[in-house]
């Protein structure tokens, strides 16, 4: 049985005009700088793609990332996935000033597999090769390759280049691919369009793998596509993922304006974010501290945009060398998941100051307390398990998540999360179609702001029968859909002195008593609709009659809401009250007319009643509406059951 095929990403880094495309043309016999002006310049614009096969059958996929200040941007889109990088020094040159941000920007995107080349060595001497090994040791010390192997190799003689393809296999012998995390992902490093094919996109595979016929969504824009054709190293394959440079052709793209910096992933990733919460450390070749508030542009996978930085930490600002909680707002919205590599630069893109890893793809915008945020995002530095989960969890807006949601933000299979929301610490919540998870601490927090509340509501409208719940969803610490809200509720009730009715909530202690001066209003109130009869006072009239202010008149309607509770008046239409015997007596008549002759009319009533018409046709309304009557052009009739 024939072992897997390995598969891996091998990059190159490195100060321009320092052999980085002649090492690859050695190792491969393929030329990476596609483009007329790299060609007739001799220097590398924009990335190059290449592949090989090892001695022991590992596939690599290289990238070869141009040098020049001026293209950095260039290299950082190509550098994200690599798992592997040949970093070039020239022996006549030595280390140079893109050597040292070249590196700085592969320690910030962690990547830990690494061989120094020493090229052009025909050029040097064995003493001055000695020299450019100590240089190359001092440039990587406390970065992620210090202590990585060093060979010297001549491009164009070929000396060394067994030696590097020897090492090369053994650091990527047993290597084991990035497995496979949540969903995929293609960061897009290049469109073209192939005649009679339509679009084209490549890039390094992340997260999963894709197959041919498979649906992936465009992110930020979330259009969606559907893959026609894959290719890795020009072969076509019906699937493709992990440690690959992939080529999708794709269907369904022909209105979109793809473009290098978009991603395309699985279907059910709809995960964009303008904010992220992350450890930034600061390189020494920043120069100064980076302040709170500073702008910066931020790149992750192959997209870039201008952000801000606020620094989470008590410090004002980030020393080089030293590193500190930010949350980074992004002009424009990017997929980031938890453990995703990114690097700062300075606002004119001259230079890198620094990078680090997402802690939490979706911060909040309101992080107060801001002891208990910062707190949160430590632990997620920890081992994945129910106590990172729980940190993920009390750092989101949202009061639940599904475990499919939670996945994503980690970046990791559904049935790892699963696995850590068993724990004590979670409950399940319904979310109306789904279910969802939310943490103890968010939920106990909810029920206090709940129950105060509307504890509060009583206390500032002892006369309202309690809080709309709507107005409470409005007050909650935490997101919580209208369909989730219903939920929500229901839970609340049973296990807080909170009782719904309706669409009011109320303690269970809390009832609606008229006393003191309220009750002298409401007993002067009833006088007045029961002296009135047939022809009550409106509310404008009784705040006249009462002699009331204006700013009294919503304590009046307070009253009349309690008295109607009651049972002592009657609501008949907006601001027009009756009081209960007027009321009975004006029903019965009415029944008694329409059971005798069937059906009456709005002029009979006024005359049976001896009101006005603006009374009998208030009051018809209104048995309309309670289901006494029904309306059958100008006439009223009995209402069958």
């Given amino acids: 049985m024939a072992s897997e095929v390995i598969h891996a990403i091998v990059g190159t880094a490195g100060h321009i005009d320092h052999g980085k495309t002649a090492l690859i043309r050695a190792l491969t016999g393929q030329e990476t700088d596609r483009l007329k002006e790299e060609q007739e310049r001799g220097i590398s614009i924009d990335l190059g793609f290449a592949y090989f096969t090892l001695s022991d059958g590992t596939r690599a996929g290289i990238v070869d990332v141009p040098g020049h200040e001026r293209f950095i941007r260039n290299m950082l889109a190509g550098a994200h996935g690599i798992d592997l990088v040949l970093f070039t020094v020239a022996a006549d040159d030595g280390v140079m000033p893109q050597s040292e941000e070249h590196l700085d920007i592969l320690h910030l995107l962690g990547v830990g597999r690494g061989i120094f080349v020493i090229t052009k060595a025909d050029l040097a001497d064995e003493r001055r090769l000695n020299e450019v090994h100590e240089e190359i040791q001092l440039l990587a010390e406390a970065t992620v390759l210090e202590g990585s192997p060093i060979i010297p190799v001549s491009s164009l003689s070929g000396v060394g280049l067994d030696d590097l393809r020897a090492e090369m296999t053994r650091q990527l012998a047993g290597f084991q691919a990035r497995r496979a995390t949540g969903l995929f992902r293609l960061p897009l490093d290049r469109v073209f369009v192939v005649k009679g094919h339509g679009t084209v996109v490549t890039g390094t595979a992340m997260g999963a793998t894709v197959r041919v016929g498979q649906r992936l969504r465009v992110l930020p824009s979330e259009e969606e596509v559907r893959v026609r054709s894959i290719q890795v190293h020009g072969e076509p394959v019906e699937t493709a993922g992990l440690c690959q440079r992939v080529a999708l052709n794709l ?160 970046n990791l299979p559904v049935s790892e999360v699963e696995a850590g929301l068993r724990d004590a610490r979670f409950l399940k919540l319904s979310l109306g179609d789904e279910e969802g998870f939310a943490t ?32 409470l969803r409005t007050r909650l610490p935490y997101e919580v859909s209208a369909r989730a809200f219903r939920a929500v509720i229901d839970r609340l009730t049973r296990e807080t002195e909170i009782v719904r009715e309706e669409s009011t909530l109320r303690l ?124 059958v052009g100008d006439v009223r009739r009995l209402r069958t059951r």
Avoid at 267 to 281: I, P
């Fill in 508 to 631: 269970k202690n809390h009832q609606v008593q008229l006393g003191g001066k309220t009750r002298m209003i409401a007993d002067r109130v009833e006088q007045l609709l029961s002296g009135a009869g047939y022809h009550p006072p409106d509310l404008k009239q009784l705040a006249a009659a009462l002699e009331l202010t204006p700013g009294d008149v919503p304590n009046l309607r307070a009253v009349l809401a309690a008295m109607e509770r009651e049972g002592r008046v009657i609501k008949v239409a907006s601001d027009l009250y009756f009081s209960k015997a007027p009321f009975e007596a004006a029903k019965s008549h009415l029944i008694e007319r329409l059971a005798a002759d069937g059906e009456i009319t709005a002029a009979t009533y006024r005359d049976l009643l001896n009101a006005s018409r603006k009374y009998a046709i208030a009051l018809l309304d209104h048995f309309d509406h309670s289901g006494v009557t029904t309306r």
């Fill in 440 to 471: 103890a601490a968010k939920w106990n927090e909810l029920k206090a702001v709940a129950l105060e509340a509307v504890a509060a509501h009583h206390r500032t409208e002892p006369l309202s029968p309690g809080l709309d719940m709507e107005s």
């Fill in 251 to 410: 269907t369904g793209s022909e209105k979109l304006e793809l473009k290098r910096g978009d991603l395309l992933a699985d279907e059910r990733l709809r995960l964009v974010t303008t904010r992220v919460d992350a450890r930034l450390e600061i390189r020494p070749g920043a120069k100064r501290a980076l302040k709170n508030n500073q702008r910066v542009r931020f790149y992750i996978g192959t997209s870039e945009t201008l952000s801000r930085v606020t620094i989470l930490d008590d410090a004002v600002e980030i020393a080089p060398k030293k590193s500190a909680l930010v949350q980074i707002i992004l002009n424009e919205p990017v997929t980031a998941l938890s453990g995703d590599r990114f690097v700062v630069r300075d606002e004119t893109n001259v230079r890198t100051l620094g990078g680090g890893q997402v802690l939490n793809p979706m911060g909040r915008r309101m992080r107060k307390p801001l002891a208990r945020y910062v707190h949160h995002l430590n632990a997620l530095t920890g081992s994945f398990g129910p106590a990172v989960v729980e940190a993920m969890l009390n750092l989101q807006d949202s009061l639940a998540l599904t475990s499919a949601r939670i996945a994503q933000l980690f």
